[in-house]
Nanobody
């Protein structure tokens, strides 16, 4: 069972980037996937989730700028991030609950984590 986040890099303020979370060993229609981020000096925060039935959850700062989606056939979950701000600079991780449990479309206990991908927003 693996998750691997990719797609990070440097982006200018106001710009766009897409992150991908490639999964293996389980199916996306049986496991919610969450995107989390950890900014320097801050605690890890939940950004967006997509549940087993495809329903989504967004954190308040992200709800109008980020879009989470998935391709079940490719076992990939995407996070499209628009109108990026320097405050979005962080390492982004995707995660799942190995037991497939979810709460509000997010992994109930995220115990499967991929390596993070760094997104830097600066001019």
């Amino acid at each position: 069972v693996q998750l691997q986040a990719s797609g990070g890099g440097s982006v200018q303020p106001g710009g766009f980037t897409r992150l991908s979370c490639r999964t293996s060993g389980f199916t996306l229609d049986r496991h919610a996937i969450g995107w989390f981020r950890q900014a320097p000096g801050k605690e890890r925060a939940e950004v967006a989730c997509i549940g087993r039935d495809g329903s989504t959850f967004y954190g308040e700062p992200e709800k109008d700028r980020f879009l989470i989606s998935r391709d079940i056939g490719k076992n990939v979950v995407y996070l499209d991030m628009s109108n990026l701000e320097p405050e979005d600079t962080a390492i982004y991780y995707c995660a799942a609950d190995s037991r497939g449990n979810e709460v509000d479309y997010c992994p109930q206990h995220a115990d499967l984590w991929g390596k993070g991908t760094l997104v830097t927003v600066s001019s």
